[in-house]
């Protein structure tokens, strides 16, 4: 008998009830939570592991003394009995044949082949805005795919567009915020402005006296001093020290990566050190 020579060791529960013979569905009964494990144990099987494999060109039910070639639900329906319940009301028959076994496990293998094969399948559309051949997965519906560069232009597709609107709607309703630089349109105007302004050498001094301004109007003049105490408590929660140096682990890993450096790069470490403080000192003053 293949099914009982073979070594499972999820099966061992199957090879129980031969010891047990006729009292099986009376302790099964009796047990009813080690049957409800047993059914779920069965379910999360392999094919193979599922049955009891037989070398014979047929197997017989035996509900009906039918020759077939494999017990299944499709089968069982007659007997209102599922696969489960008959290999632990028959635990020692067999309930599929050799044959049918290997072309079941070679028609599984086919068609898992055949799906990893559509996976890398790709097709080629074009680009929504520049109409550029691109590829796509073959099974991707929608025909409003954009290519890298309109992508990296900020241009989005009315696909992504309808995605955004519900985003806004459902932020509006939830947050009461309506976030501007989610606008497609908005978002498009601002890179057009930015690189109109990019080639105005006063055009970033003029953003940050704004930007000066701004702060200085929302939280007074001393709003430099504020925004780094700020900053500081944000760090101090972050990592739980005042500084990110105090931390000893941090303490560590830096002198581990700076053991692994060439003077070169040990030389260059320390004057962005130095420069970083400098910054500090700047912005604190
Ligand atoms: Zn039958
Ligand atoms: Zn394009």
Request: positive net charge; charged residues 40%; hydrophobic residues 30%.
């Amino acid at each position: 008998m293949n099914g009982e020579t073979r070594e499972l060791p999820t099966n061992w529960f199957l090879q129980f009830p031969k010891v047990v013979g006729e009292t099986t569905n009376f302790l099964m009964d009796l047990f009813g939570g080690i049957k409800e494990q047993i059914i779920r144990r069965i379910n999360v099987m392999s094919i193979e592991d599922k049955h009891n494999i037989s070398n014979n060109s047929f197997i017989i039910c035996e509900l009906c003394n039918k020759q077939i070639e494999k017990i299944d639900g499709r089968h069982l329906k007659n007997h209102t009995i599922s696969f489960d319940e008959y290999r632990i009301k028959f635990p020692n028959s067999f309930t599929i044949t050799k044959e049918k076994l290997d072309k079941e496990l070679e028609s599984i293998e086919i068609r898992k082949l055949a799906k990893e094969k559509t996976d890398k399948d790709t097709k080629l559309v074009k680009c929504y805005f520049c109409k550029k051949d691109i590829e796509v997965n073959k099974n991707q519906s929608n025909n409003e795919s954009i290519c890298k560069e309109c992508k990296g232009s900020g241009l989005i597709s009315p696909f992504q567009q309808r995605a955004i609107d519900s985003m806004r709607k459902s932020l509006l309703k939830e947050e009461g915020v309506d976030n501007a630089s989610l606008i497609p349109s908005v978002v498009k105007k601002r890179n057009e402005t930015v690189e109109l302004k990019r080639q105005d050498p006063n055009y970033f001094k003029e953003i940050v006296e704004k930007r000066v301004n701004t702060m200085e109007e929302n939280f007074g003049e001393d709003w430099k001093e504020k925004q780094y105490e700020l900053s500081k408590e944000g760090m101090f929660k972050k990592l739980g020290v005042e500084y990110a140096l105090q931390n000893e682990e941090s303490v560590v890993k830096f002198k581990e990566t700076v053991a692994n450096k060439t003077p070169e790069e040990k030389k260059k470490i320390v004057e962005k050190g130095r420069d970083t403080k400098e910054r500090n000192k700047l912005r604190k003053d």
